[in-house]
């Protein structure tokens, strides 16, 4: 038990320290002196639960503009097992998952070779620099009403959607990825015998893989944020879905579940991607 | 590992490099450069700042080609990077997403060498360079120092005819730098290499070579040459000694004279 608690104090930073930090004479204004402040973090996140149900509890403002936690908790539970316009929460999840890591696959898998491609060749990149940098500005809302028209109501178009907000990240930062290699390296390659499939295999593209792994985690996020938008194509499941169609009928106690569960959703899939990141290039910022 | 037996020769012939800059105006970067190495030479060349020696480094290894005159190896003219002349860079252009066993045997797995032949020969250079126990070390975890010795060793398991360093110490400390310098005569003893060195310090200039060039300011020609015995006694004499010894500073006063006459007649920089 000690050691628990032990563990907790240190997670917080309230640990007995005698580190570099604590000799400092500067500590303003010197970004590596500034610390995590995770006891910050836990106390914010009760000081919101017990406004909030306060708030509540007095009755500031009707349930209707902002449902107690009770009421969320409630929902969260009901749907998860008794389902909401004939699915689980769980299935709703699962089914936006699915469109999303879809979008996503297809947006690497397109977007990462094109994007070397525009790092290696210069007919790649001016032919592909124009079209890119003219629909990546677009939010992918506006494409909503052409995607129905070209292809129905079905996933493949949520897909499609999700797919073009990806496919811009991993292009650029493919690029990019490519473009980081120093020349000395590549010389280097060259001097040892490699041939030119050999150095783009094992020295442009790992080298590239850091920068690449960062668009990844960035156009997950997007893609994760666009769900709602992508699941407007006239959908009938999905997270997404359930908050639109919850909001219809002012059930906002259901939406706001829908948000938190979508944001720790979110969160999850970064801290994921962070820990797979540390685990596949763990020589990501050395040298 | 025997003693290399294979003789090897460079040939620099007449050579020059032009370059034509962006406006039009042309820049005769090496001028007349003329001159024959074989194996077991150690050739360092040291001059002003901007007088052409990374040039003529690039020129040897491939990555660039001469305007005018012939550049050879065995005969062969040199006109793209091969494994056959091998370099070393001052900042290592190690990979760091690979070990040090790894990084080392690059030049071998490229070749599709078998991996028992890849094995021994790297882990026995290793040994020479005391990095053995470091073998699955990311080489970001290495020193300066340390991140060299890979970036030799890759060099040399690679079985180079030539190999060319350009400032391969100039970022290291002044201590590691020294103890570099004798590891380096060791190998060269070790392996017979012909070693084209390229180095700002003329003291480490005139304690490893066999032969020295002191090249002018821009346009870079081969100023003048000496033929010297430092490094066969460094093999076994202290290296401080060695340094301090009358004949050694002699010519260290010599070249440095020449060097800062130079940068004199040009401005601070003969760029």
Redesign the interface.
């Known amino acids: 038990m000690n050691q628990l608690g032990y563990r907790i104090k240190e997670y917080l930073g309230l640990g007995k320290r005698d580190d570099e930090n604590m000799r400092k004479t500067v500590k303003f204004g010197d970004p590596s002196a500034v610390q995590q402040g995770r006891l910050y973090s836990v106390i914010s996140i009760l000081v919101v639960l017990v406004i909030w149900v306060i708030i509540c509890e007095m009755e500031v403002v009707p349930p209707l503009f902002w449902p107690p936690p009770q009421d969320v908790i409630e929902k969260f539970w009901k749907i998860a097992t008794e389902g909401y316009r004939g699915a689980t929460l769980f299935e709703h999840i699962l089914v936006s998952l699915w469109r999303v890591l879809s979008g996503f696959g297809l947006g690497c898998l397109l977007g990462i070779p094109l994007g070397i491609g525009m790092g290696l060749s210069k007919i790649v990149r001016g032919s592909l620099d124009p079209l890119i940098e003219l629909y990546r500005p677009v939010p992918p809302l506006a494409y909503i009403p052409i995607i129905i028209i070209w292809m129905g109501i079905g996933d493949e178009g949520k897909i499609t959607l999700l797919f073009l907000a990806t496919f811009s990240i991993m292009v650029i930062n493919s690029r990019a990825g490519v473009k980081s290699v120093?020349v000395?390296?590549i010389?280097?390659?060259?001097?040892?015998?490699?041939?030119r499939w050999?150095v783009l295999w094992?020295?442009i593209l790992?080298?590239a893989?850091p920068e690449i792994f960062t668009g990844a985690r960035v156009a997950m996020g997007v893609a994760w944020g666009t769900l709602v938008a992508a699941e407007m194509v006239a959908a009938t499941s999905g997270i997404g879905w359930m908050v639109l169609n919850a909001s219809r009928y002012l059930r906002t106690d259901i939406v706001l579940m829908g948000i938190i569960v979508m944001g720790l959703i979110g969160y999850s899939i970064d801290l994921l991607m962070r820990l797979m990141e540390k685990k596949l290039?763990?020589?990501k910022g050395?040298? | 590992m025997a003693k290399q037996g294979v003789q090897h020769h460079l040939s620099v012939q007449n050579m020059g490099m032009t370059y034509r800059m962006e406006d039009g105006t042309e820049v005769q970067a090496l001028e007349d450069i003329n001159f024959d190495m074989y194996s077991g030479d150690l050739n360092v060349v040291v001059g002003p700042s901007g007088c052409g020696k990374t040039t003529l480094l690039n020129i040897l290894a491939g990555f660039l080609i001469q305007t005018s005159g012939s550049v050879t190896l065995d005969g062969k003219k040199i006109e793209k990077p091969g494994a056959e002349r091998g370099v070393v860079f001052q900042k290592g252009a190690l990979f760091e997403w690979l070990s040090v066993y790894q990084n080392a045997e690059f030049g071998p797995r490229m070749l599709n060498k078998p991996l028992e032949e890849r094995k021994q020969t790297v882990m026995e250079y290793l040994d020479l360079v005391d990095l053995a126990g470091f073998r699955d070390t990311p080489i970001y975890n290495l020193s300066g120092g340390m991140q060299q010795r890979v970036a030799i060793v890759r060099c040399l398991a690679n079985d180079p005819s030539i190999m060319l360093m350009d400032e391969p110490l100039g970022a290291l400390d002044a201590l590691t730098r020294e103890k570099m310098q004798s590891l380096i005569l060791k190998l060269w003893k070790e392996t017979g290499k012909m070693i084209f060195f390229i180095t700002h310090s003329v003291e480490e200039a005139i304690y490893l070579a066999t032969d020295l060039f002191v090249m002018s300011a821009r346009p870079g020609r081969i100023m003048k040459r000496y033929k010297l015995d430092f490094c066969k006694r460094g093999l076994h004499e202290d290296s401080r000694k060695l340094k301090s010894d009358p004949e050694f500073i002699k010519i260290r006063e010599e070249v440095l004279g020449l060097i800062w006459g130079m940068e004199e007649e040009t401005g601070a920089h003969g760029r």
């Open positions: 120093t000395e390296k010389h280097a390659a060259y001097s040892l015998g490699a041939n050999q094992h020295v790992v080298n893989l290039i763990p020589w050395k040298i």
